[in-house]
Structure formats: C-alpha cells, structure tokens
C-alpha cells in the first residue's frame, strides 16, 4: 500500500509513539496467548512494532507470560472470565474505552470487536460467516453483529485482510470503500522456509509418512468449518494413496487415510514433509495455512472461496469450487499426478502475490497510525 504521510511526518509520529509526548500506540485482542489467528497476527504486530521502537499498550483478557513477545508489551488485562460468555465481548468493549484514557493510547488497533479503536481489524466478519455456513441469526448474533457494526462505523480506517473481506464490509456492513485499506495479513519468513530434498524425505521418515503416500496436511482447530466432512466423502471408496494428516484438533473418527497427529509447535516442518496442504473450507476469510504451505514449499489444495487464493500462483495451488466434491476428486486425483512428476517445481515466495514479511506490513499499519494523529490534531 501506497503512504500518504511522508517520511518526516512518520519519523515525528514514531518519536511522538515512543516517548509518549502524545499519547502511545494501543492493541486490543481477545488473549495474548497462541490461541485463533487474530491472536496470533496481534503477536507478530508486537514484534515488528518492537523493530520499529515501539512498546503498544495491550489489552486482552488473558495474558500467557512466558511469550517472548511478552516482555515487548505494556500489558493490561480486562477481565472478563466472571461474566456470562455472552456478555463478555460487550463488557471488554466498554471497559476498553476507560481503560485506554488511563493509559494515554490515542491510537488504538483493534484485533477484536472493540467499538473504540481508530484502526480495525477485519480478519473476518460475523454476517458473512453466518451467510456461507446457512446458520440461522440469533440473538447471540444479532448482538455480535451490532458491536461489529459499531466497530467498523466509528473507525477512521478497516483494515481487510482480503479482497473478500473488503467486498463483506462494503456489502454487509456498508462501509465506504475509502475507508477501507487491503493488507494481507504477515507470516513469519524466517520460520516458514523450505528444505533440500533430503531434509525433506528424513522428516517423512521420522513423521512415519511411506514413499507411496500421498500426505495432505490438514491443519484445523473448527473441522466443520475448514471442510474435514467434504474431504471424507471425496476420499470415500477412493483407489488413490492418498492420507489426510490432521493437525489440531482431533477428528472425531480417525481410518487408515485419515491421522491425527495432535497439536504440534513445530508445524513449518509437517507442511515440509507433505505433499500438500489442504482447506475445503466453507469460510475462511484468508486462510494463512495457504501462504505458510508455500513458503515451505509444499502447495495447497483449496477451494475457491478461501481468501489467499487470491494471492497464489498456479503452481502454489490447485482450486476448486466451494462444496463441490466431484471438484475436490478431481483436484485430489490432479494432486496425486502432480506429485509423482519428477518436473513439479516447488512454490516459493516468488509464487505469493505480496511480500508476507511481518516488517511491510507494520510499516504501512504505522503509515495509518500517523495519518489518524494527524486528522486528530
């Protein structure tokens, strides 16, 4: 994304940030800990804003202490663990506006639904979630979607992290198209790399994985959202070598071709020792399970409405239509061709349509942060 403060202006707002002279940079998020994926993408703005000198003030309801990124933060907890599930979201959010004056945070980026932050996240929207999983509205959601609404309608700017996500904004919750800014979400590069060929068949060894398989790498902690049902039935009476590593949660039944392989801190190298990743999700605002796969080298089976598909080469994916499972057997049966091809090259960085760095991505956050100061003067 193009700036539109210069770079003066940014070096004074970053001094400003830093030494508190007017007032400091705020995150909000529903926990600090591994947990979701807005969980995890507030973890990595700590440390790229860390690079850039800046120490947020967090506010989340849980805290895990021993995160290195822990010690980057000025945290402060809003608890919520007494109240009813169904009141927590709207209490965090008023108790938010409070607890921000206190703390002198005059930008706030809201990871999560606040109805106070000048910068929101939208990694993913209740009316939109609600539409392609054909759930019917409750009152639970009526009051989600209010508290969503207000988030997006008091922002100066929402940050979409995908094409899809801008257009639900624009459609679900009428905002107006120059509000909102298009940044893929960051992946940490240094983590997520590839390996020689050799690394590569010693970690299938050591995974139990046989040269005749062919391994899908299905990362899911929501198996009915991400598409597990679908992935059984096209498997089902299928002749192809195909296993389905899922990594997560545990599936309710495991076979021969699917296996559960737990939750795992090292999965940069399960993506590595498969032969694709796969989502057959329902909704999946952008999926990073996709941008991970490829920079370890491995490609993802997916369907169309995933949002970084929008963001992968051909050589990164094979796409196929949400729901559609004689389209899924087909992308299965493509999948085991390909990977018996001695000629298939490998994605890379080179097959994702922007850098996923965590560092770019911070850099244009702080281009908005400065521009929210300046319109607050």
């Given amino acids: 994304m193009a700036s539109a403060t210069s770079g003066v ?11 508190g002279a007017s007032g400091r940079v705020g995150l909000s998020c529903n926990a600090f800990r591994h947990s979701g994926g807005l969980e995890r993408y507030a973890m990595d703005l700590v440390r790229g804003l860390s690079a850039e000198g800046v120490e947020p003030v967090v506010f989340a309801r849980r805290f895990d202490h021993s995160l290195p990124e822990f010690r980057l933060v000025e945290p402060h907890r809003i608890a919520v663990n007494w109240l009813p599930g169904k009141l927590r979201d709207y209490y965090f959010s008023w108790n938010l506006r409070r607890a921000r004056r206190v703390e002198n945070v005059n930008v706030l980026i809201g990871c999560n639904r606040v109805d106070s932050s000048e910068i929101a996240i939208c990694g993913g929207t209740h009316r939109g979630y609600l539409r392609a999983s054909g759930r019917p509205l409750k009152a639970f959601d009526r009051a989600q979607i209010a508290l969503e609404q207000r988030q ?16 639900e904004l624009i459609e ?29 068949a010693d970690l299938r060894r050591r995974f139990g994985f046989s040269d005749d398989e062919v391994v899908l790498l299905f ?15 096209a498997l089902h009476e299928t002749s192809l070598p195909i296993v389905v590593a899922v990594a997560g949660r545990a599936p309710e039944r495991t076979s021969s071709r699917i296996r559960f392989i737990g939750y795992t801190k090292n999965i940069e190298d399960w993506y590595r ?7 057959a999700s329902n909704y999946e605002p952008f999926g990073l399970v996709g941008v991970e796969s490829a920079l370890c080298g491995t490609p993802i089976i997916l369907s169309s409405n995933v949002g970084c598909s929008e963001v992968l080469s051909g050589d990164a994916s094979i796409v196929f239509l949400p729901g559609d499972l004689d389209g899924l057997r087909q992308a299965l049966a493509q999948a085991v061709e390909m990977a018996a091809s001695a000629h298939r090259i490998p994605p890379g960085r080179a097959s994702i349509g922007y850098d996923p760095g965590v560092a770019p991505h911070v850099d244009a956050l702080l281009d908005l942060v400065a521009q929210v100061r300046v319109r607050s003067r």
């Fill in 273 to 279: 020792a498969a032969d694709y990743s796969i989502l």
């Fill in 152 to 167: 997006y309608d008091q922002a100066q700017f929402v940050v979409a992290h995908s094409r899809l996500m801008r257009d």
């Fill in 9 to 19: 202006e940014r070096h004074i707002h970053g001094r400003d940030v830093r030494d």
């Fill in 219 to 233: 990362p899911s902690s929501s198996h009915m959202r991400k598409g597990l049902p679908l992935i059984e039935a």
């Fill in 172 to 200: 679900l919750y009428g905002v107006a198209d120059q509000k909102i800014r298009l940044l893929y979400p960051p992946v940490d590069t240094q983590r997520f790399t590839p390996v020689d060929q050799a690394t590569r």
